[in-house]
């Protein structure tokens, strides 16, 4: 769906940079997520916010700061990058409550060494 | 917290036959499950969703069928297809949207 955007698509970095991914909506959705997918582990959820200005943690959310200042803004920042990072991060919005369906970015690869 | 096993990891059959992809949730508060569809390089797709006070919902060749009971939910696909060849993630939710670990699915033809 073109309405929610991530960037950059790839992105290497180095042990101990900060990093930001970026994800902007268009479509003024409540619920924003970040997702991390790693072979075997499916997608797991980083961080959530259910409004601008409200974030709460998801199930791995060591390592990683987000904010969300605006309802279609939604940054993910790895403050201090490991390579236990290297990850596809997914950027998923939702309109109305978490059981309405999410809706995907198209991933950033990240790539620590 | 909710925890979500999928089974198999990957899964092979023959163009034409039926596929079938299962997942088990630990949480009985958990009162939504969506199925995800991801192409190689591409981003997670919802394919079809099902609800607690549902036991099965179908969309052409897809159906889905929860067992609130054993806690378990499942995903059919009939009459597979060479471009059904994707990474399916089965989901549940109580407070948050817990996704399984994932099946590959390869169709021959």
Known sequence: DAGITQSP???????????????????????????????????RLIYYSAAADITDKGEVPDGYVVSRSK??????????????????????????????????????????? | GENVEQHPSTLSVQEGDSAVIKCTYS?????????????????????????????????????????????????????TQPEDSAVYFCAARSDKLVFGAGTILRVKS
Request: glycine content about 6%; some cysteine; proline content about 3%.
């Open chain 1, 9 to 43: 698509r790839y992105k290497i970095t180095e042990t101990g940079r900060q990093v930001t991914l970026m994800c902007h909506q268009t479509w003024s959705h409540s619920y924003m997520f970040w997702y991390r997918q790693d072979l075997g582990h499916g997608l």
């Open chain 1, 71 to 113: 309802t279609e803004n939604f940054p993910l920042t790895l403050e201090s990058a490991t390579r236990s990072q290297t990850s596809v991060y997914f950027c998923a919005s939702t309109y109305s409550s978490y059981n309405s369906p999410l809706h995907f970015g198209n991933g950033t690869r990240l790539t620590v060494t």
């Open chain 2, 27 to 79: 949480d009985s508060a958990s009162n939504y499950f969506p199925w995800y569809k991801q192409e190689l390089g591409k981003r997670p797709q919802l394919i079809i969703d099902i609800r607690s006070n549902v036991g099965e919902k179908k969309d052409q060749r897809i159906a889905v069928t929860l067992n609130k009971t054993a806690k378990h939910f499942s995903l059919h696909i009939t009459e």
